[in-house]
């Protein structure tokens, strides 16, 4: 059997060293045939001496050239500039794309390999909460292969039966005997934090998670539950669910990743180790099972599982991603663009942690007014919401909350 032919976007990354890791294990699956990074040379290099990928993608020019300098460009190809990305993406010699570009930047690569019709290894959950219909469209368009590499998602795909599987986007839950989807969260970093010391919690802190080694985007996003929001509204797509089909719950100790409830009572769970390596290695190699290198897990090592209910109060970021979802397309493209702003500057340490609800919320209230299409029917529509919400965003940050 021929080797799957991988691109990797945003190799450098967490979710790209963890695929890496999985495809290590197994040289004789699949081939790295292209892998791109924004500006992380050193990153590159020593994937590009590892694994020999023919193409690599540095977005940044400079380092694009550098990259040329340190390495005998006869038998690669280097290209940069963000338009590269979409043509790695999709290029007729690969077969599967790991979306795993961080934020807005990854929605137009990994729509292109969508549109091509690739195995799409999806991680890159803002490019579909960007999107929505218009992403699940062109999958189901192009006959492109979704499999969701969130470890929830991937998660609630591994509870569903096949139909389901085959059909994400727009499949019948109901038909399935589904109940309902519940969607797991640690509560991050903060679960236990007085209200009140929010406010005053550095990058350091809420980059560091409890039981998840993520890129520091994604960790802020899970310290706000911002990300399990994203969640929400990424899984009401894959999964095709109504408002009363998807619930969240509370659950620390990361065990159990996500859970489907059936109408005869059964609820079926996955379950693991928190390590991004098994849902990786799940997507790679379906519906076959491969080695990841993660360990079993150990009930006895484990104890006990708890639950609870997310605190509206504590985790506004996440009401708001759940009240965002069923407004329409408009309200989710804006929430996600003022959130990668505000991240921003609370990494720079411009603004509070507590400061990135209040970015969201202002520029979701504030595009309400200006939007007059409610669900954007073309990229260049969304692209022009995602635009003015993060000049609303900036603005707000700027005048509002650093001079203000
Ligand atoms: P990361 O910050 O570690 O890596 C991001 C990658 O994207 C890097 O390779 C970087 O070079 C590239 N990149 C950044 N900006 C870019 C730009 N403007 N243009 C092109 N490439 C750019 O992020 P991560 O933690 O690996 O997360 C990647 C995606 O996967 C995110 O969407 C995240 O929500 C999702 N995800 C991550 C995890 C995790 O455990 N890390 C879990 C689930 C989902
Ligand atoms: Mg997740």
Redesign the pocket.
């Known amino acids: 059997m021929s080797r799957q032919r991988i691109c990797i976007l ?7 060293a963890s695929t890496l890791a999985v495809i290590r294990q197994n040289p004789q699956l699949f081939e790295v045939a292209a892998v ?5 040379v050193e990153a590159m290099l020593a994937i590009y001496h590892e694994f020999k990928p023919q193409t690599l993608v540095m ?1 940044d020019a400079d380092a694009a050239a550098s990259l040329r300098v340190q390495i005998d460009a006869q038998e690669v190809t280097i290209l940069s500039g ?1 338009g590269a ?1 979409i043509e790695v993406a999709a290029a007729p010699s690969i077969n599967t794309v790991m979306a ?4 807005g ?2 929605l137009l690569p990994t729509l292109a390999a969508v549109e091509a019709g690739k195995r799409v290894l999806l ?4 490019a579909l909460v960007m999107s929505g219909q218009l992403f699940m469209d062109a999958a189901r368009r192009s006959g492109a292969q979704l499999l969701p ?3 929830e998602h991937n998660a609630i795909f591994q509870c569903l039966p096949t139909i389901v599987q085959e059909q994400l986007g727009y499949c019948d839950l109901a038909a399935a005997g589904v109940h309902e989807i519940i969607l797991t969260g640690s509560g991050g970093p903060f679960r236990e934090t007085p209200l009140a010391e929010l406010e005053l919690q550095s990058p350091a802190a809420a980059c560091a998670h409890p039981n ?1 080694d ?5 960790s802020v ?1 899970s310290a706000t539950m911002m ?1 399990k929001g994203l969640e929400y509204i990424e899984a009401r797509w894959l999964f095709n669910t109504a408002p009363e089909q998807l619930k969240v719950v509370l659950h620390p100790q990361s065990v159990i990743h996500s859970m489907v409830s059936y109408h005869d009572g059964s609820v079926l769970a996955q379950m693991g180790r928190p390590d ?1 390596c098994t849902p990786i290695a799940h997507c790679l190699s379906y519906p076959e099972r491969i080695n990841s290198s993660v360990k079993p897990l150990n009930f006895l090592e484990v104890g006990s599982l708890t639950f609870a209910t997310a605190d509206a109060q504590r985790y506004p970021c996440l009401q708001l991603a759940m009240e965002c979802c069923w407004l329409g397309q408009w309200a989710t493209t804006s929430l996600n663009a003022a959130n990668e702003i505000a991240v921003a500057a609370f990494l720079a340490e411009r603004i509070g942690f507590t400061d990135i609800a209040r970015v969201c919320a202002t520029t979701v209230e504030a595009m309400a007014t200006v939007i007059s299409e409610r669900e954007l029917n073309s990229i260049p529509a969304l692209l022009s919401v995602d635009k003015q919400a993060r000049e609303h965003a900036t603005d707000f940050i700027e005048y509002s909350l650093v001079q203000g």
């Open positions: 945003g190799a450098t990354g967490s979710i790209g791109t990074a924004h500006a992380n977005v963000a990305l795993a570009i961080v934020g930047a990854g991680a890159n959950k803002e590499v969130d470890s998840w993520m890129g520091r985007k994604i996003d990300n991004m």
